[in-house]
């Protein structure tokens, strides 16, 4: 089983610098299986990133996705307000079908 | 546009069961695998079971693996989640996604509803 380790739990920063989320996984993850999403306060998560550094439809190109192996990591370019919530990162793995999260990674407003 | 929702949530004593369905529309329902994830309050995300898009493959997390049976009726574009035996630690708010056709994430999700196990 592939557990995945965000940290660190929470990231303080202002709006317009540039934030850098990591995921790391036990073992080696095939990057097509790697995903990335943003929750906020009462809401469902929301698909950004899939395959590791694909952009979801209707994702602004400051969120990058990159990484490969362990360890993956979710860039935003310039936070804007609306940005400061939790990401996740998932993985799907085949033997047995299943799907990880990691804990997550709360973005907050220094 | 695509929409799940999600209902059959509510409060159920330890041991008992209870059933959710997963209502979808705006996407070709029948070609598609649907997934539900829970959440407890202030935690984290975890994947609880997912079907494939005929219903010939269900996979299920080890947490609730003969106690959780998933299920769908492409006729009415309906997935069931067929909860028995339930705990306190399955108290959580559940919601039903949909995989993307173009890799094995989840690319739309309810609103979720809330299962609360206590006696």
């Known amino acids: 089983e592939i557990v995945l380790t965000q940290s660190p739990g929470t990231l303080s920063f202002s709006p317009g610098e540039r934030a850098t989320l990591s995921c790391r996984a036990s073992q080696t993850v095939r990057s097509i299986s790697l995903a990335w999403y943003q929750q906020k306060p009462g809401q469902a998560p929301r698909l950004l990133i899939y395959?590791?550094?694909t952009r979801a439809t209707g994702i602004p190109d400051r969120f990058s996705g990159s990484g490969s192996g362990t360890d993956f990591t979710l860039t935003i370019s310039r936070l804007e307000p609306e940005d400061f919530a939790i990401y996740y990162c998932q993985q799907y793995g085949s033997s047995p079908p299943a799907y990880a999260f990691g804990q997550g990674t709360k973005l907050e407003i220094k | 546009q695509v929409q799940l929702v999600e209902s059959g949530g509510g409060v159920v004593q330890p041991g008992r069961s209870l059933r959710l369905s997963c209502g979808a529309s705006g996407f070709t329902f029948r070609t598609y695998g649907v997934h539900w994830v829970r959440q407890t309050p202030g935690k984290g995300l975890e994947w609880v079971t997912g079907?494939?898009?005929?219903?010939?493959?269900?996979y299920y997390a080890d947490s609730v693996k003969g106690r959780f049976t998933i299920s769908r009726d492409n006729s009415k574009n309906t997935v069931f989640l067929q909860m028995d035996n339930l705990r306190a630690e399955d108290t959580a708010l559940y919601y039903c996604?949909?995989?993307?056709?173009?890799?094995?994430?989840?690319?739309?999700w309810g609103p979720g509803t809330l299962v609360t196990v206590s006696s």
């Open positions: 079907i494939s898009y005929d219903g010939s493959n269900k």
């Open positions: 395959a590791a550094s």
């Open positions: 996604a949909k995989e993307s056709g173009s890799s094995i994430s989840l690319d739309y």
